[in-house]
């Protein structure tokens, strides 16, 4: 069933149960994108150009002038000029009225058009598919949660279908023209990036490889992407939050695993072979247990969701009158249940999960000593009910310990939209391709 939502304002969409179609009403037909599939998932990103530049200077600062823009980039006036009549002409930027200057014509300021571009991402779940349509700014167009069916299986030609069968299905829902939206990019903790490096043991991982990206490719005819959840969290966050690009920033994101996303200079960071960010592996004790990536004591072993349900069930007896399942596939619901008594107080719980927030916050720290962050915003599903402890944690573990604490504060937040983010990330990589070209 398809319904739809009142025109939000905000580009920061609030946190959402999972529902049928929501919408903002029918969008006008945008930019017509260019519609060559992409010939390999995650590509290392090349040095910004000074379009790039220009258009994500447009999209953090809100309506800027042309003598604004040629001050924050550097580039000459005749440079801007030319840049930002093309961005008019493709219909990427808009002018948006005149405001008074300092001695001379008034200046006439340009912003975002948000409809120009829209991108599909889609988030694979241990049981489901997210799908998510956001446009040039972030802002969610609609949401669509599905069973995930073949999309987690070894067939990748069913995974496929699934998932393509499922774009059609939100862009028929959603009334886009055909050709408005630019892409698809399918995002989960195993993805396979741009070297066929799979990330992770978890669950998905026989859906996301290589195999995946080409038959998604050819049956789709649009550029795809097959990326990591946690990147692709980070550029959404990114986005959607209008963080300007001088910020350093990191996304930290708790799903079945911990992960991070690191933007620098307003490009998501992806190192030699797009591994950066696996925060999960940094070793907090040497001789703790082994992980399956080879290292001891993983930060993920302590601090994830299955981490904090695994002890949890070491010591049922405590945990009784929670009713948690304990079942294979119930981590995400045991561990929102554990998380949701220790907010009300019940005291085994809050022991367990304030633990599990310590740990994280200890690798938080590590993370904005390494990189000397202005912000972290924690997010993923594991977020949800627990970002408030996560986030009390990191805080105080900043505020006691970081290395910069006395230049700078280093800013704590928590995802409006923590299970969606990477589903709206994903459809974030797909915009930032489409002006790229």
């Not at 249940?337 to 633990?355: K, S, W």
Request: glycine residues 10%; proline residues 6%; aromatic residues 4%.
């Amino acid at each position: 069933m398809v319904t739809r939502d009142p025109d939000r304002t905000s580009t920061h969409p609030p946190a959402r149960p999972a529902t049928p179609w929501r919408s903002h009403t029918s969008p006008p037909t945008p930019a017509q994108p260019t519609t060559q599939p992409a010939s390999q998932p995650a590509p290392q990103p090349a040095p910004q150009t000074s379009r790039e530049l220009v258009v994500d200077l447009v999209r953090s600062s809100g309506p800027i002038s042309r003598v604004e823009l040629a001050q924050a980039s550097g580039l000459t006036q005749a440079s801007i000029s030319t840049i930002v009549r093309r961005l008019l002409d493709e219909g990427l930027v808009r002018e948006t009225g005149r405001v008074a200057s300092t001695g001379g014509k008034p200046r006439t300021m340009v912003e975002i058009n948000p409809r120009a571009v829209y991108g599909m991402g889609v988030q694979i779940g241990e049981d489901a598919l997210t799908y998510v349509v956001t446009d040039m700014r972030g802002g969610v167009v609609g949401r669509l949660q599905v069973d995930a069916g073949p999309a987690a299986s070894d067939d990748v030609t069913a995974a496929a279908v699934r998932i393509v069968d499922g774009f059609h299905d939100v862009v028929g829902s959603l009334g886009l023209a055909s050709g408005a939206v630019a892409g698809l990019a399918v995002v989960g903790p195993r993805a396979t990036l741009a070297h066929g490096v799979r990330t992770g043991p978890r669950s998905t991982e026989s859906a996301l490889h290589a195999g995946l990206h080409a038959a998604l490719a050819l049956r789709l005819g649009l550029p795809v992407i097959v990326d990591n959840d946690a990147a692709a969290a980070a550029l959404g966050e990114f986005w959607s939050r209008q963080v300007p690009r001088s910020e350093t920033f990191a996304c930290v994101y708790l799903g079945t695993g911990v992960g991070s996303g690191i933007v620098l200079d307003g490009a998501l960071h992806r190192g030699a072979s797009s591994g950066a960010g696996e925060l999960g592996h940094v070793s907090i004790d040497l001789d703790g247990e082994p992980c399956y990536c080879g290292n001891r004591g993983c930060l993920e072993l302590a601090a994830s969701p299955g981490a904090v349900v695994a002890r949890a069930r070491r010591d049922a007896a405590a945990f009784d009158d929670l009713g948690l399942a304990w079942a294979p596939g119930g981590v995400a619901r045991d561990f929102d249940l554990l998380a949701r008594a220790a907010i009300a107080g019940h005291a085994a719980a809050d022991g367990l999960v304030t633990r599990a927030a310590e740990q994280l916050a200890a690798g938080v720290v590590t993370l904005a000593n390494l990189l000397d962050l202005d912000r972290v915003v924690l997010s993923g599903p594991g977020m949800a009910v627990a970002g408030s402890i996560y986030a009390r944690a990191a805080v105080e573990a900043l505020a006691r310990t970081a290395f910069s604490r006395g230049v700078h504060t280093t800013r704590v937040e928590v995802s409006t939209d923590p299970r969606d983010a990477a589903a709206i990330g994903a459809a974030a990589l797909v915009v930032q391709r489409a002006i790229s070209r």
